[in-house]
C-alpha cells in the first residue's frame, strides 16, 4: 500500500508518478491529512507528502512529522502544480478554500477579485466544502473527475508560472525501482551543540570544505524554549561527512540517501 492525500490531490498525481519507478505491486490508500498518512505508514507500507513548494516553500507539518516519526525518505519527485478554481459561478462567488499553501500560492488572484479567504485541511476538503454558489475552491483540475456537479470556472490562476512541489516518499525500509537514477540526495536534521555566533558556520564549513553542494538549509523552532532551533539540510552526495558534522551537533538524524526521480 501506498498511501496519500484524497483522490484529485496533488499528492494523489504524486503517488501516480512514483508508481511509475517502482519495482512491484502497491495499490492507493487514501488519507484525510498528512498527519494520517505518518501514522498509517508500516514495515510494509509507503506514504507519499509534500515538502516544498517553490512559492511558499517548505511545509512545516512534513517537516515536524520527519522529526517525530522514525520514517526514512525513500525517493523524490517534483511536480509542476497548475491551480484551478473550483465551483459553480465565478460571478457569484464569495469565499474562496482551500490549503493554505495553495491560497498563498494564488493571493494576487484572490486579492484581484476582492474574495474572502477560508484555509482548511486539504485542496480537495476545500472542495468537500462548496456549498453552493457563493462558495468557490482552489485544486487541481482533475478533481473535477470526481465532483462532477462542479465546474472548471478558470485555470493557471498561480501567481507564478514556475510553480513546482517537492513531494517524497517515506517507508520504514528500503524499496527497489525499476532503474539507476545519476542524481542523490541526502537529508538530515541536526541541533546545534553550542548556541553561540559562529556555530552554525563551523557545520556548514564541514560541507564548503569538502565541495558538497547543499541544496536547502532551514530551521524550525525546537519546541522546547524559544530561541532554540532545530535544522534540515538537504545537499548532494553521500554520508562520508557525517562523522564530521556530529562533533558540532547534540544529535542528528539521517532521514536517508535517496534518488531524485524527477527534477
Not at 484551478?84 to 494576487?108: N, V
Not at 525500509?173 to 541541533?191: L, Q
Amino acid at each position: 500500500m501506498i498511501y496519500t492525500l484524497p483522490k484529485g490531490s496533488y499528492s494523489e498525481k504524486a503517488a501516480k508518478e512514483f508508481l511509475k519507478f517502482l519495482d512491484g505491486e502497491y495499490e492507493i490508500g487514501y488519507c484525510n491529512n498528512i498527519y494520517e498518512i505518518f501514522e498509517k505508514i508500516d514495515r510494509s507500507s509507503l506514504g507519499v507528502v509534500p515538502i516544498e513548494n517553490s512559492i511558499e516553500g517548505s511545509v512545516s507539518l512534513t517537516l515536524d512529522l520527519l522529526l517525530e516519526f522514525d520514517v526514512k525518505i525513500l525517493a523524490e519527485i517534483s511536480l509542476d502544480i497548475h491551480h484551478c478554481l473550483i465551483g459553480y459561478d465565478k460571478e457569484k462567488i464569495k469565499i474562496i478554500l482551500s490549503h493554505p499553501q495553495a491560497l498563498a500560492q494564488c493571493r494576487k488572484y484572490i486579492k484581484k477579485h476582492g474574495w474572502e479567504v477560508k484555509a482548511v485541511e486539504s485542496t480537495i476538503k476545500a472542495v468537500e466544502l462548496i456549498e453552493d454558489e457563493r462558495y468557490g475552491a482552489i485544486a487541481d483540475r482533475d478533481v473535477v473527475k470526481y465532483y462532477k456537479h462542479l465546474k472548471i470556472l478558470d485555470e493557471n490562476i498561480e501567481d507564478y508560472k514556475n510553480n513546482k512541489t517537492r513531494f517524497i516518499l517515506i517507508g520504514y525500509k528500503k524499496v527497489k525501482f525499476k532503474k539507476e537514477f545519476k542524481k542523490y540526495k541526502t537529508s538530515i536534521i541536526f541541533e546545534l551543540k553550542e548556541d553561540k555566533p559562529g556555530a552554525l558556520y563551523h557545520v556548514l564549513k564541514e560541507f564548503a570544505e569538502r565541495g558538497i553542494n547543499l541544496t536547502r538549509i532551514e530551521s524550525r523552532p525546537s519546541k522546547r524554549r524559544l530561541g532554540t532551533y532545530i535544522f534540515y539540510i538537504d545537499y548532494e552526495n553521500g554520508l562520508e561527512v557525517l562523522n564530521s558534522v556530529k562533533k558540532h551537533t547534540t544529535f542528528i538524524k539521517v532521514l536517508g540517501r535517496y534518488p531524485v526521480l524527477v527534477e
